[in-house]
């Protein structure tokens, strides 16, 4: 058991070195998943196979001291040169092996079950949502508000709250479901979203806006036009840069590519059923849906709604929209 241990061991190093060095792309969840279902297979031995086979030696150890003590005292030998405790702790000790596997699992599947089931963290790598979250913010997610889905399959257990415009949502990035990807929902299955000469329209009405004063970003030095803006119920901040043109530079092909006119004002896409239209705050700096398409159900992770930490600017903690 110890070289298997060691060779299992290996491999998740080796595996989680490799994704760290950029040689493969890792896919945490599948690790966690394997993490768990493997320590707790040492869990269920331990408690049942090993630890049973410990306290049967220690109560033979105990048997046979007795027996010898007993032989002793008949020879009238009192004191037994013998340490019953330290012995016992020596064979009740559970092994190297067992310690990194079975005794890991208890904290691996609250982990696991955290993470899959109710809260996940995120670092915000990019400006793209500027104003709402900045770069370096550390948000939480809800897993369990559009539903409750299996870990790696993704495969909806309950159906949960209905995604509704002005969300903030984390999903898999449909050209590249190993990376997630986070932006605010512009548009739900139905809807016909324009953005044209940078003005906001759903359904043919455009989107409430109230303009704010001009906003500092830190991360580029620069000011930038400021409004507040109303897809759902609660308003939200954005940004956008005059010096940047309306049109869609470099739009790719995807999947219902043919539901959206692309001209120099901008796009308007029709919203397949099953399907979200993402935009990011910082509306001239976000790569997003009207770069790569939809967003299918099956790749919606959760609902981001707080930042827990920024290193950077602690005022950042608290709730967001």
């Known amino acids: 058991m110890q070289f298997l241990t060691s060779l299992v061991l290996a491999a998740f190093v080796g595996y989680a070195g490799s994704w760290y060095l950029g040689f493969i792309e890792g896919n945490f969840a599948l690790l966690l998943l394997l993490a768990t279902v493997i320590t707790g297979i040492y869990w269920l031995a331990e408690r049942f196979v090993f630890l049973p086979g410990r306290q049967k030696a ?7 001291t007795a027996q010898r003590s007993a032989g002793l005292a008949k020879m ?66 809800n897993k369990f508000h559009y539903g409750i889905r299996l870990p790696v399959a993704n495969t909806k257990l309950t159906e949960g709250a209905a995604v509704q415009r002005g969300d903030v949502m984390v999903f898999r990035y449909p050209p590249k479901p190993s990376v997630d990807y986070i932006k605010r929902v512009v548009g739900v299955p139905g809807d016909e979203v324009a953005y044209l000469n940078k003005r906001l329209s759903i359904n043919g009405k455009p989107v409430s806006t109230q303009a704010l004063p001009d906003f500092f970003d830190e991360s580029t030095m620069r000011y930038f036009k400021h409004s507040s803006e109303t897809l759902g119920v609660r308003p939200h901040q954005t940004i956008q840069d005059d010096e940047r043109p309306a049109f869609i530079p470099g739009a790719d092909s995807f999947a219902g590519r043919e539901n959206c006119n692309y001209t120099v004002e901008g796009v308007t896409c029709k919203v397949p059923a099953g399907h979200y239209f993402m935009m990011g705050d910082n509306r001239d700096n976000s790569l997003d849906s009207r770069y790569w398409g939809f967003v299918p159900d099956a790749n919606i992770v959760g609902k981001a709604f707080f930042v827990w930490m920024n290193f950077g600017n602690i005022k950042r903690i608290g709730a967001f929209d």
């Open 58 to 64: 220690v109560a033979q150890l105990e048997a046979e």
């Open 76 to 141: 009238g030998i009192e004191k037994v040169d013998t340490n019953l405790q330290e012995s016992r702790e020596k064979l009740l000790m559970q092994p190297w092996w067992l310690d990194w596997t079975a005794g890991l699992f208890p904290v691996i599947v609250v982990v696991f079950v955290l993470r899959s089931f109710l809260f996940e963290p995120f670092k915000i790598p990019s400006g793209s949502m500027i104003p709402t979250l900045h770069i370096g913010d550390l948000i939480l997610v």
